[in-house]
């Protein structure tokens, strides 16, 4: 299989499906999911059963963390979508630092990043400390849970660039780059084509640099199930990925994705998120049950539905 022409390809130029729900959709299924992150069997069975009725929000079983409230997925998203709206091309690391530090304080310092990373943020001031203090060599998949908002991008070129520069701001390596790389182009395809989704795979592997091809694997088979975490072959960013595309690929719905992810297990809250980014803008129609909205961020308004939409709404605004 060549790695550089599976096509035929053509890049698009104009967005087919600008959805401005976009950041609503990715914080609904990292609330809802991050219920059942990690959880423990047998231990932790009522609330993965709970999760499984979607009747609410539900809290998870042993983490601080509020039901309906959304985790670090969401803010780093939102966070990437501020330099995309504040700043013209080409984006630089110093945006990003500034942007994850600022929107760390506007979400009230919020529980749900790793205990490093939160410890980190709460300790600098601003982007300039940020990018001196750093240790930019993790290979976990917080790189990838960010990039779907780089897809509004107009070209394949700038989709790339974007999402390598902000991921070499926390996650500087090979799995790192790739993983964000690779969200960035299905955020894209889905965004700008009309061909189905389960093309996004495909076209990951047209795209995406030569240095990615160790990784393309995971565009060939299908995630084999079971909690999706970091394993002695491969990081979490590069399982992350593989789950995504799987669920990208072969669910028929977004609830539908929801409900494989909850039942795989393992870091469920980033890859329900970025699924939902993926997929949400060829699901716009799709009727979820009425709390997930409703009661995002417990309905504030600094944080909640009304202020992902409008973030999303300018988003697609400024780029379609």
Known sequence: ???????PFTEEDTMKNPDPKLLVRIAIADAYAAAVEYVKLPRDRDTLDECLHFKRYVKHPTLDHRAGCYTDDTEM???NVHVLLEHPAPYMRLMFADAYVRQFRHGGRRKGYSRLFQSFLEL????????????PDSVKNGAAMRAVPFGVLPTIEEVLEAATVQASVTHDTPEGRFSARAIALMSHFSLYEVRPLYNAAAYCLTYLPKEDRRFQQIFMEDWPGGPVTGTPAASVAITTVHAVTTLVRREPSLMAMLERTIRWGGDTDSVAAIAWGIASPRFQGEVLPDFMERHLE?????????????LGTRLMAKFS
Request: hydrophobic share 35%; proline share 0%.
């Open 77 to 79: 998203s939102a966070a």
């Open 298 to 310: 417990r309905r504030d308004s600094r944080t909640g539905t009304s202020y992902l939409l409008d």
């Open 1 to 7: 299989m060549l790695w550089s022409h599976l096509g």
């Open 124 to 135: 600098t001031h601003d982007g300039w400390q940020f990018l001196k203090e750093i240790r």
